[in-house]
């Protein structure tokens, strides 16, 4: 069975994939990186194609044009399998996003204003697929970005790191404080190997699972993993 990822960036690919492994122990020769595509450089940014670098918007369009995922389904290997969809909350503003902001009000706790917030994403992505692949689908909703799931690695603070509304601001912050000299070189790797080194942790089940409680939304996506799991036969 496979695991194809549609992400927002080569990062994100990085993150997911440690995740699918804590989480479901899904090896990374068992996960296919739809989009963006891996085999391009980053330094080739000025010749790709958009869905090959990726961004909010790609993964918008991939959703409403079907093609990629339908070809991921229709492969005989493939059917037993899911997609992770995966879309940051940061530009949720963009009129062309249009994501319904959850009121903020002093009784909303962090965890209900995350479910909130990830409902709508969920609502807006399944509105761009038309409700299709039911059932086929983990939603890798982060709020704000992933780095504020790989900042529950390194911050070892009482907030929820969801709050943060910088959060690759707070976690080179982090990094540059709590690291070595020599550990600081993964700082200067591209862009999947530097993400990929940063949320290793995430692929220890019990690691894994302390960092849940540092984030609702990364929670929640792990929680929402549970339903693949006999799938994946972990």
């Not at 990830?118 to 509105?127: F, H, L, P, S, V």
């Not at 959060?167 to 999947?192: G, W, Y």
């Not at 690691?207 to 849940?212: F, R, V």
């Amino acid at each position: 069975m496979m695991v194809g990822i549609f992400a927002e960036g080569r990062g994100d690919l990085a993150v997911i994939t440690n995740i699918l492994k804590g989480s479901l122990n899904v090896d990374r020769a068992d996960i296919r990186f739809e989009v963006p595509e891996y085999d391009k450089d980053q330094t080739d940014l000025s010749v790709m194609l958009e869905e090959q670098y990726s961004s909010w918007t790609v993964v918008k369009k991939v959703c409403r044009e079907r093609e990629k995922i339908d070809t991921f389904f229709d492969n005989p290997i493939e059917q037993e399998g899911f997609i992770v969809l995966h879309l940051d909350t940061a530009e949720r503003h963009r009129e062309d996003y249009n994501v319904t902001e959850p009121a903020k009000s002093s009784g909303l706790e962090i965890k209900q204003y995350c479910n909130q917030l990830r409902t709508n994403i969920i609502n807006k992505a399944n509105e761009w697929l038309e409700n299709s692949y039911s059932g086929k689908i983990a939603y890798a909703v982060a709020i704000e970005e992933t780095d504020a799931w790989v900042l529950t690695i390194y911050d070892n603070g009482n907030t929820d790191t969801s709050t943060h509304q910088r959060p690759k601001e707070r976690l080179n912050n982090e990094l540059n404080r709590t690291l070595t000299s020599k550990q600081k070189a993964v700082l200067r790797a591209k862009t999947f190997e530097k993400y990929d080194q940063l949320s290793s942790d995430f692929r220890k089940k019990r690691k894994l699972a302390i960092c849940m409680e540092k984030n609702e939304s990364l929670k929640l996506f792990c929680e929402s993993l549970g339903a693949f799991r006999s799938s994946t036969g972990s």
